[in-house]
């Protein structure tokens, strides 16, 4: 294994595994850190862990076992996978996971680098843009768990980092790669070790994934990626061939906790041409709705039927102030994965999961173990093997085209 990633939720281990793939890499995700070595022909290794909203000092823990299991894999370069719209808290988890892993690795020069550019964000001036409007205004201020209010990357991760935090304006990317590497250096004389690199195109990732070459730790979402396959392939070290996919015939069903704009809209449309149900948050606390009724209803209704908690931000915080943000996303993360359980238990062969979090609640609840990266149905989400009978696709809260439900389905049965 060359490269080794960390990612902090599933749906986005699955979008860098997606780029990786793409790029050429034979790529496997894991499901936490797996207990037996990895085989011989993978070369880009994907932990996936739920670090994302947990404790810092558990997210720490786990990245760390994650690294040792990665250099005794034998990587050579660790990226570390965050997500695009950088969601963290003024305590962590990005700032205290990165500290850590750069300790470990020695590593002084850490790029941070969320920018995506297929999903419209782009850094400028240190600040996160989703499309054409500015992080905090896009609608993940209202996030769940994440409220991101603040567009200064720099800012937001001064808070939750011991060390210094430097830039590298767009002016310097634009100069390439050369340039890059002398800006990042200069940072690193200036003693900080932390550095937000602005990306405002695909170009630009290319050129930062060359002056990232040989760097021992990167930090960002699944674009800066984008760049580091060539640093290998330049040297003859990777295959080039990706991995090879077969889809699945069988039902297909939808379970969706993301309540992001994106899913919103997704699940509107869908519910225009396939039967849908909604889940209360109340009902499912309160034991009024059980998993065994949702999921009976899935196995019974025709077309691609989807069971939807997703709800407006208003509907979210009155839950939230009722039963407690944490309370209430535990109680439906549970509910998503007994549900899936029981699904696979009654034959169901293809899954579609929206939400990182409700993702990670299937996949564990599922216990998937390892993942094959197969053909990506929109930017950032691949399709994927579970196992011989199961095919998924886990979905960003914020990825996919609003018909994202229906053409993921077609994807998951190709070649079936
Ligand atoms: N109706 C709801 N009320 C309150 N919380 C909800 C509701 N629906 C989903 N959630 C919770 O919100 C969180 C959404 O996060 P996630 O699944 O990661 O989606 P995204 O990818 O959009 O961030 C999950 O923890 C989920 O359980
Ligand atoms: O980088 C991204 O935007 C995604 O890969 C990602 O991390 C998704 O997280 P969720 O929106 O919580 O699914």
Same mark, same amino acid.
Not at 65 to 72: G, M
Not at 103 to 112: M, Q, S, T, W
Not at 260 to 287: C, M, N, W, Y
């Given at each position: 294994?060359? %490269?080794?990633?960390?990612?902090?939720?599933?749906?986005?281990?699955? $979008?860098?595994?997606?780029?990786?793939?793409?790029?050429?890499?034979?790529?496997?995700?894991?499901? *936490?850190?797996?207990?037996?070595?990895?085989?011989?022909?993978?070369?880009?290794?994907?932990?996936?862990?739920?670090?994302?909203?947990?404790?810092?000092?558990?997210?720490?823990?786990?990245?760390?076992?994650? &690294?040792?299991?990665?250099?005794?894999?034998?990587?050579?370069?660790?990226?570390?996978?965050?997500?695009?719209?950088?969601?963290?808290?003024?305590?962590?988890?990005?700032?205290?996971?990165? $500290?850590?892993?750069?300790?470990?690795?020695?590593?002084?020069?850490?790029?941070?680098?969320?920018?995506?550019?297929?999903?419209?964000?782009?850094?400028?001036? *240190?600040?996160?843009?989703?499309?054409?409007?500015?992080?905090?205004?896009?609608?993940?201020?209202?996030?769940?768990?994440?409220?991101?209010?603040?567009?200064?990357?720099?800012?937001?991760?001064?808070?939750?980092?011991?060390?210094?935090?430097?830039?590298?304006? +767009?002016?310097?990317? &634009?100069?390439?790669?050369?340039?890059?590497? @002398?800006?990042?250096?200069?940072?690193?004389?200036?003693?900080?070790?932390?550095?937000?690199?602005?990306? %405002?195109? $695909?170009?630009?990732?290319?050129?930062?994934?060359?002056? +990232?070459?040989?760097?021992?730790?990167?930090?960002? *979402?699944?674009?800066?990626?984008?760049?580091?396959?060539?640093?290998?392939?330049?040297?003859?070290?990777? @295959?080039?061939?990706?991995?090879?996919?077969?889809?699945?015939?069988?039902?297909?069903?939808?379970?969706?906790?993301?309540?992001?704009?994106?899913?919103?809209?997704?699940?509107?449309?869908?519910?225009?041409?396939?039967?849908?149900?909604?889940?209360?948050?109340?009902?499912?606390?309160?034991?009024?709705?059980?998993? /065994?009724?949702?999921?009976?209803? &899935?196995?019974?209704?025709?077309?691609?039927?989807?069971?939807?908690?997703?709800?407006?931000?208003?509907?979210?915080?009155?839950?939230?102030?009722?039963?407690?943000?944490? +309370?209430?996303?535990?109680?439906?993360?549970?509910?998503?994965?007994?549900?899936?359980?029981?699904?696979? @238990?009654?034959?169901?062969?293809?899954?579609?999961?929206?939400?990182?979090?409700?993702?990670?609640?299937?996949? /564990?609840?599922?216990?998937?173990?390892? &993942?094959?990266?197969?053909?990506?149905?929109?930017?950032?989400?691949?399709?994927?093997?579970?196992?011989?009978?199961?095919?998924? @696709?886990?979905?960003?809260?914020?990825?996919?085209?609003?018909?994202?439900?229906?053409?993921?389905?077609?994807?998951?049965?190709?070649?079936?």
């Amino acid at each position: 294994m060359l %490269l080794g990633c960390i990612g902090d939720d599933f749906t986005g281990s699955s $979008d860098l595994a997606n780029t990786l793939s793409k790029q050429g890499m034979r790529v496997v995700q894991y499901t *936490g850190v797996p207990e037996a070595p990895a085989a011989r022909d993978v070369e880009a290794g994907v932990v996936a862990l739920k670090s994302r909203s947990i404790a810092p000092a558990d997210a720490v823990a786990q990245s760390l076992q994650a &690294l040792d299991w990665l250099l005794a894999q034998g990587c050579e370069q660790i990226f570390f996978k965050y997500c695009s719209t950088f969601d963290s808290t003024p305590e962590g988890n990005i700032g205290p996971v990165a $500290d850590a892993l750069a300790e470990r690795l020695d590593a002084h020069k850490v790029i941070f680098c969320p920018a995506f550019p297929g999903t419209g964000r782009s850094i400028y001036q *240190g600040h996160l843009f989703v499309g054409d409007v500015l992080l905090s205004e896009s609608g993940m201020q209202n996030h769940p768990l994440t409220p991101m209010t603040d567009p200064d990357i720099r800012r937001w991760l001064a808070h939750q980092t011991v060390h210094a935090v430097g830039h590298v304006s +767009a002016a310097r990317v &634009l100069q390439g790669a050369e340039a890059i590497s @002398a800006a990042l250096t200069a940072e690193h004389e200036a003693g900080r070790r932390m550095i937000v690199v602005d990306a %405002l195109q $695909d170009a630009d990732l290319m050129e930062i994934g060359a002056a +990232a070459a040989g760097l021992p730790l990167i930090t960002g *979402g699944s674009g800066v990626a984008l760049g580091l396959p060539r640093n290998f392939a330049r040297d003859g070290r990777i @295959a080039g061939t990706g991995s090879a996919w077969q889809g699945q015939a069988g039902k297909c069903v939808a379970l969706s906790g993301s309540c992001s704009r994106a899913t919103r809209d997704q699940v509107a449309l869908h519910k225009k041409s396939h039967p849908a149900f909604e889940i209360i948050a109340a009902d499912v606390i309160g034991g009024d709705l059980t998993a /065994e009724q949702a999921a009976c209803w &899935l196995m019974d209704a025709d077309g691609i039927p989807l069971a939807y908690s997703s709800a407006d931000p208003e509907v979210v915080k009155e839950v939230q102030e009722k039963y407690g943000r944490e +309370a209430s996303a535990k109680a439906l993360e549970d509910f998503f994965a007994e549900v899936s359980r029981r699904l696979v @238990a009654g034959g169901i062969t293809k899954i579609l999961t929206a939400g990182g979090e409700t993702s990670g609640a299937v996949v /564990e609840g599922l216990d998937l173990t390892t &993942l094959e990266i197969g053909p990506e149905i929109d930017p950032g989400v691949p399709a994927l093997r579970a196992g011989p009978d199961l095919v998924i @696709a886990l979905k960003s809260g914020n990825f996919g085209a609003p018909d994202y439900f229906g053409k993921a389905a077609a994807v998951l049965g190709q070649g079936a």
